[in-house]
């Protein structure tokens, strides 16, 4: 049910939603050299590795100037690190990728993951690889159980959000692997609207 779900819903939005796929594609063309679509990495369902696929809404030497910018990363850990990154104001960001991340427009190219099947609509945000590997303690590992997906419980719980802490973020991830169901699915579902527009420019 929740595959058949997943199907029918993002290829019923790609096609709603095409003329606003083609615009966003042009306004990053029109400012910015490189690719449209921006490919990483990232740790699914089951430590499951694919092509995660995002519009680019940064400058094309953005992963080479992460580690400058390491001590900007509001998600910090008792001995200095940090299991997951988000920087305010982040310099790497253009000013088209600022607004379509502000309205989660640069999300969207994910509804062709979900189409094909690397993703749902609902569940735990996919991780990069760098991230994935510190979350292989069996405590925290159990939200890698979960479906990946677009949107979810720490989405519309506290997305955007500048106080929650790493353990807050993995505890709603270990929550929803214990609890996910095609229903409780709908209820984050209708929640999401609500969530899209970020309160800061992360």
Not at 42 to 61: A, E, H, I, N
Not at 145 to 156: D, F, N
Not at 164 to 184: C, G, K, P, Q
């Amino acid at each position: 049910l929740k595959r058949m779900f997943d199907v029918v819903f993002s290829l019923f939005i790609i096609v709603l939603i095409s003329p606003i796929l083609i615009l966003v594609a042009l306004a990053i063309k029109l400012e910015s050299k490189g690719q449209v679509i921006y490919r990483s990495k990232r740790v699914g369902t089951g430590y499951q590795v694919f092509d995660f696929l995002k519009f680019c809404s940064m400058y094309q030497d953005a992963d080479q100037r992460l580690k400058d910018l390491a001590h900007l990363n509001q998600y910090t850990s008792n001995d200095g690190g940090a299991l997951f990154t988000k920087i305010n104001n982040d310099p790497r960001v253009t000013k088209v990728g600022r607004f379509i991340r502000k309205t989660s427009l640069d999300e969207l190219p994910q509804l062709f993951n979900i189409l094909k099947g690397d993703m749902s609509i609902v569940g735990n945000r996919p991780l990069p690889l760098y991230e994935a590997e510190q979350l292989t303690r069996d405590k925290w590992a159990k939200r890698f159980l979960a479906p990946a997906g677009l949107t979810g419980l720490w989405q519309v719980t506290k997305r955007g959000k500048n106080d929650m802490s790493t353990e807050e973020r993995i505890n709603l991830d270990v929550a929803y692997a214990d609890h996910h169901s095609f229903w409780y699915d709908m209820k984050i579902i209708a929640k999401t609207p609500l969530a899209i527009i970020q309160e800061e420019n992360v």
